[in-house]
């Protein structure tokens, strides 16, 4: 089973500010499979970056995803009000064919 | 647009069978996965499992002996049967669609509101 750590577990920060996640894999996987969303407070997921690198529809270019082999990131270049969330990462691929990191809450500073 | 929304029973009692079923609105159920996630009370995602329209299922090993999903594409409709439920199963259940192609992966694109599941006497 590919498990994924996101660090920090809490990041707290002002807007403004730019902000880094870390999801690091157990194993390598490709970064073809690595997804990342924001979730809010009583709302579902929604899909940020897929592919580790690419925008979803409608996403804002101040999110950006980077990585390969165990270590991907998700950056957010200028942080604005709406960005406080949880953030998780997601693998496809060995068994169990999807996984989440434990997420990262982002937090107002 | 593509819209998802969860259905079905939010109490369940131990040891009976939990069912929902997602229904898909604004496009077809065809050529995509379409898949379960639950999360707990102040908890992280967990998926569940998959089924592709044609059929075609995969689960997590955690809850394989106790999951069931399955699809009617007459009804634009995916539903869920996880059995035995203990208090351990509470959680917001969601229904998503995952892109998925041989070299290609588009994420969990769109998913439902969720709905809570308590398992209670």
């Known amino acids: 089973e590919i498990v994924l750590t996101q660090s920090p577990g809490t990041l707290s920060l002002s807007p403004g500010e730019r902000a880094t996640l870390s999801c690091r894999a157990s194993?390598?996987?490709?970064?073809?499979?690595l997804a990342w969303y924001q979730q809010k407070p009583g709302q579902a997921p929604r899909l940020l970056i897929y592919g580790a690198s690419s925008r979803a529809t409608g996403i804002p270019d101040r999110f950006s995803g980077s990585g390969s082999g165990t270590d991907f990131t998700l950056t957010i270049s200028r942080l604005e009000p709406e960005d406080f969330a949880v953030y998780y990462c997601?693998?496809?691929?060995?068994?169990?064919?999807?996984?989440f990191g434990q997420g990262t809450r982002l937090e107002i500073k | 647009q593509v819209q998802l929304q969860e259905s079905g029973p939010g109490l369940v009692k131990p040891s009976e069978t939990l069912s929902l079923t997602c229904t898909v609105s604004g496009g077809s159920i065809s050529s995509y996965y379409w898949s379960w996630i639950r999360q707990s009370p102040g908890k992280g995602l967990e998926w569940i499992g998959y089924?592709?329209?044609?059929?075609?299922?995969n689960y997590n090993p955690s809850l394989k002996s106790r999951v069931t999903i399955s699809v009617d594409t007459s009804k634009n409709q995916f539903s869920l049967r996880l059995s035995s439920v203990t208090a351990a199963d509470t959680a917001v259940y969601y229904c998503?669609?995952?892109?998925?192609?041989?070299?290609?992966?588009?994420?969990?694109?769109?998913w439902g509101q969720g709905t809570l599941v308590t398992v209670s006497s």
């Open positions: 089924i592709y329209y044609s059929g075609g299922t």
């Open positions: 194993q390598s996987i490709s970064s073809t499979y």
């Open positions: 998503a669609r995952m892109g998925i192609g041989s070299g290609w992966y588009d994420g969990l694109d769109y």
């Open positions: 997601q693998q496809y691929g060995s068994s169990p064919r999807v996984t």
